[in-house]
């Protein structure tokens, strides 16, 4: 399978020139022959919004017509994509719509799942949306199934092994690290990938958002850590990677046979972890 990783600039509250900017990008990975296409946190309406009232303004529900559009796209060119975008529902025990960072997985047929971002950082407009309220899932991408994440999730080792337990071949994330986040970019897909041996999508943004330079480096990792294809900047950009599912799901890894043997999974002691559970003061 050929995986295909987005990095791009986006338009802060300009729907329409970032959906053109999606189009396009589709168009060029699908010529070369990516299966599944990874895009950046908030990919259609930008992050660096002042104010929940500016943010709920660019803000769309998945009956957009957006989302239409994409998938009649994507229904050509025969390939699955995930992007980041600011989703507005109404709620029938709400008088005022909820606002969520949300990350959706759209394919030939529509649009497969969707999960909304439950690690907030103080920055940007996770300062103001509300936290998901979907459990983390596995959805299904032709042969590959996939989990999908948002930015600060990564720094948080339990969902992404969440994902992994349930069958994730690979963990898209579409994030916005900014300058400051650099470290992270280089760190966390590799140890990501291998703790859980699976593939890893880090499609990161670039470009600046009132003040916010963000750092690019995005990266396509394999299981044990390997980075298949990286950019060491923020230039923009489409990494590409050829994978085979097949390494992912098998979590036995043998070095020396009979004399180095672990699996990521079997060798794991559950009746241990109980205090993963615990609330601490």
Same mark, same amino acid.
């Given at each position: 399978?050929? &995986? ?16 053109q900017?999606?189009?396009?990008? !589709? ?11 990874? /895009?950046?946190?908030?990919m ?41 975008f ?9 008088? $005022?719509?909820? &606002? ?13 799942g ?8 103080? &920055? ?25 994440? !948002? ?7 339990e ?6 337990l349930?069958?994730?071949? !690979?963990?898209? &994330? ?18 990501? $990938? ?19 330079? /963000? ?45 180095h ?21």
């Open positions: 399978m050929l &995986l295909a990783c987005v990095q791009t600039d986006i338009r802060l509250g300009d729907v329409s020139t970032n959906l900017t999606v189009l396009a990008s !589709i168009d060029s990975a699908a010529e070369n022959g990516a299966e599944l296409i990874v /895009f950046p946190e908030c259609l309406t930008g992050y660096a919004f002042d104010t929940r009232e500016e943010a709920m303004a660019h803000a769309r529900s998945l009956e957009d017509p957006v989302f239409s559009e994409l998938k009649d796209h994507l229904a050509l060119k025969k390939c699955f994509v995930t992007l980041g600011l989703e507005r529902e109404h709620s029938s025990d709400s008088a $005022s719509p909820r &606002l969520f960072n949300a990350s959706v997985l759209i394919g030939p047929d529509g649009i497969v969707h999960y909304r971002k439950v690690h907030l950082p103080h &920055l940007g407009v996770d300062r103001f949306v509300d936290r998901g309220d979907k459990p983390y899932a596995v959805l299904p991408a032709g042969d590959a199934k996939v989990g999908l994440a !948002i930015c600060y999730d990564c720094s948080f080792p969902p992404m092994r969440v994902l992994a349930e069958g994730a071949d !690979i963990i898209a &994330l579409g994030t916005n690290w900014p300058i400051a986040a650099a470290r992270t970019a280089e760190i966390v897909p590799s140890a990501r $990938s291998m703790e859980n041996h699976l593939f890893f999508v880090a499609a990161n943004r670039v470009g600046t958002e009132r003040g916010f330079r /963000f750092c690019g480096r995005s990266s396509i990792c394999g299981p044990d850590g390997v980075v298949l294809a990286q950019t060491n900047g923020d230039e923009e950009t489409i990494l590409y990677a050829e994978v085979d599912l097949a390494q992912a799901r098998n979590k036995r890894i043998e070095r020396t046979p009979g004399a043997v672990i699996d990521r999974f079997a060798d794991r002691c559950p009746s241990f972890y109980g205090g993963l559970d615990q609330e601490r003061s």
